[in-house]
């Protein structure tokens, strides 16, 4: 069965991750760092890069302090058309676009910011790490390194994303990104990036928690209803910490937020 071809490409991906574990744990002392003072993982990808992202917070296990930089005009809500998919891949790849989109965006040096993006090139995610890495921030670029070390840039500024970072995480996948032979097809499919991402960031959630527990920090994560213990409101919570952290460390924003507490 083709299933199995893939259950085992995406154990063996699984273990290659294993191997990131120096990475994870450096990425996790700077987010915690970060989350513990009172300041933000700052997140972004574009495509099927921004799962990750969404995947992170808010969702269940997830927690306050890290914060996802969305632009739906770089998500797909439809395969072609207005919000199309062939639109988004038309726009990440031009040079300036991501300028304007970050004018919104209030980040301090003391921030983190977490740039997924498997080929590393496009200018969006180029880009959004440029504008971090000139701000102060620590960088962390998660990517292909095999597309890294083999591919050319196609920035004018002759740089991919692992070119920028402080620290750059390999998610372990082949640039074809598909990974399963099918007979009379040319190419493979069954894409696994997007696995090896998700499984990346929750390991860094998952990391980042222990450190800061270790310094005497106990984050509250999101959790489900339905767990044992866990009392009514408690969700609402995390959204008032949310809301607090937002007034303390984006007081640039011109409309204050109102106080739902």
Known sequence: ????????????????IGGQEEAIKTAAEKCAESIGSGNWVRMFGSGHSVIPLMDCFPRYGGYV???????????????SGFGGAEE??????????????????VWSKDDVCIVFSHGGQ???????????????????????????????????????????????????VPPEDAVVPIPRVIGNVAGTSTV?????????????????????????????????GIKPGHNEEVYVQF???????????????PDRN
């Open 196 to 228: 090896a991402v998700t499984i990346l960031i929750q390991a860094l959630v998952a990391e980042t928690a222990l450190v800061l527990s270790e310094q005497g920090y106990a984050v509250k994560p999101f959790a489900s209803p339905n767990v044992l």
């Open 122 to 172: 496009n200018a969006a995610p180029v880009e959004v790490a440029e504008a971090a890495k000139r701000d102060g921030l620590y960088v962390i670029a998660v990517t292909s390194m095999e597309n890294h070390k083999n591919r050319p840039a196609s920035h004018s500024s002759g740089k991919k994303i692992g070119d920028i970072a402080d620290l750059v995480i390999d998610n372990c």
């Open 243 to 257: 809301r607090e952290r937002v007034r303390k460390t984006d007081s640039k924003f011109k409309v204050p937020l």
């Open 88 to 105: 988004l891949l038309w726009l990440e790849r031009q040079e300036g676009y991501a300028e304007v989109f970050l004018r919104h965006n």
């Open 1 to 16: 069965m083709s299933a199995n071809v893939y259950f085992k490409e995406a154990a063996n991906l699984i273990e290659r």
């Open 65 to 79: 302090g890290w914060a996802p930089i969305m632009d739906p005009r770089l998500m797909w809500t439809t395969v």
